[in-house]
């Protein structure tokens, strides 16, 4: 992504709204349709400012933790995964000014996790074959049981 317009800040502001109302702290614009490498993240931490990120690098990965993760495209069913403990993330904002983020917990967590998303990853494609198979047959039994089947 190039060039930082209109349409760009509206898609922002379009991705703040729909993550606050599902109650997420991250969404990437692959969730929303949109092949762009732009996320989205509001971790709710006075230390941590909401940001619109776009054109995300992870520049640096250290150390290795597990921990629950969810996802607005897979609503309702939490997986344990295990990623590097801390990262610093490099992009730009929504002036088109660098920014490079130097992260641990929840924060490097959920950064980690939306780069998935825009690099077209879920974070059940990290889990075993046998965990993300059962997930999903939660996930699908919740749907069915939404729509009231
Ligand atoms: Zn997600």
Redesign the pocket.
Known sequence: MQHIDGEIRRLVEDMFETMYAAEGI?LAAP?VGVSKRLFVMDIRDPEAEPRAVINPVIVERSGSERSDEG???VPGVYGVVERPTRIVMEGLDLDGKPIRIDASGLLARCIQ??MD?VDGT??IDRLSPIKRKMLLSKFKKLQREAAGR
């Open positions: 991250g969730q996802c607005l495209s996790h939306e998303h879920l974070y």
